[in-house]
């Protein structure tokens, strides 16, 4: 069965670190493009970062990169110099839609996703 959770998020002061992890059961993330979203209440689920299927990746801020980790199965997200704004819910996600870009971009190209872990940025 086809399972993500997200892990390593919590409050954080400005300028801080934290790296999210996605762990995935029922598929091996390195075959896969998976993203990673950001989501604040009353604002719609936004990109993030992603990584395709041949390990090339892609990212809305300079601050944040994506990894993933075949051995233990895994998509990392390490968010430095962390702001406010930064603060959401985080989600990562599998998308099976073909693009001409890095990889998807778009909620609707993502059909498996996990519960979201909570990142708060705050002094």
């Known amino acids: 069965q086809l399972q993500f959770v997200e892990s390593g998020g919590g409050l954080v002061q400005p300028g801080g670190s934290l790296r999210l992890s996605c762990t995935a059961s029922?598929?091996?993330?390195?075959?896969?493009?998976i993203g990673w979203f950001r989501q604040v209440p009353g604002k719609d689920r936004e990109w993030v970062a992603c990584?395709?299927?041949?390990g090339r990746t892609d990212s809305q801020e300079g601050r944040f990169t994506i990894s993933s980790d075949a051995v233990k199965n895994k998509v990392h997200l390490q968010m430095n110099s962390l702001q406010p704004e930064d603060t959401g819910i985080y989600y990562c996600?599998?998308?099976?839609?073909?693009?001409?870009?890095?990889?998807?971009?778009?909620?609707?190209?993502?059909?498996?996703w996990g519960q979201g872990t909570q990142v708060t940025v705050s002094s």
């Open positions: 996600a599998r998308s099976n839609v073909y693009v001409s870009t890095i990889c998807p971009l778009r909620v609707g190209m993502y059909n498996a």
């Open positions: 990584v395709n299927s041949v």
């Open positions: 029922g598929i091996e993330v390195i075959y896969w493009d």
